[in-house]
Structure formats: structure tokens, C-alpha cells
């Protein structure tokens, strides 16, 4: 994946058990926690709703998305969304 992470954005390989979205941070199985600008979570290649609680809920707000089934549209809007020339 880091061959293909664009430059300014940084590729983490954990598991993130918290996200504080108030003070822009993740909190990893690790230990280590990350300050975010903007987040992307990668959760593997086969979805798992039930292994995420709150997902259903979280994926119909307006800043949340899945490139999964019937997210795809809404992922790819948000893309598109976000400022050209930044790091996301």
C-alpha cells in the first residue's frame, strides 16, 4: 500500500478500536494513537458489518461512507468533494 499512498498522507497498518472525532484522533489495538486532518479507514477487502457496531448507523451521516454494495455513489461523491492539491 505504501507504494500507492500519496505523498503527504500517511498508510497505517492496525486495527483502530476508537475514533474521537472531536479531537481528530484515532486510537489503535497497538496503543499508539493517530491525529487526523482527514480519515480514511480501510476495513479489507470482504466486509463485516456485524464486526463494526455502529456501522449501519455511522454510513447514512453526511460525512461517512463505504465503497461497499449501495455506499459506492456516496463514497465517490465525498471523494470528489475534497479540496484539490490537499492531503487527505
Known amino acids: 500500500q505504501r507504494s500507492v499512498t500519496p505523498r503527504g498522507c500517511t498508510w497505517v497498518r492496525d486495527s483502530a478500536v ?12 497497538s496503543g499508539k494513537s493517530y491525529r487526523y486532518r482527514d480519515l480514511v479507514v480501510g476495513t ?18 453526511p460525512a461517512v461512507a463505504s465503497n461497499y454494495l449501495n455506499h459506492a ?14 492531503n487527505a
Open 18 to 29: 476508537a475514533v474521537d472525532a472531536d479531537r481528530k484522533t484515532v486510537h489503535c489495538e
Open 73 to 86: 455513489e456516496k463514497t465517490w461523491e465525498l471523494v470528489q468533494s475534497l479540496p484539490r492539491g490537499g
Open 44 to 61: 479489507g477487502l470482504v466486509p463485516d458489518d456485524d464486526a463494526l457496531p455502529g456501522i449501519d448507523v455511522a454510513v447514512n451521516t
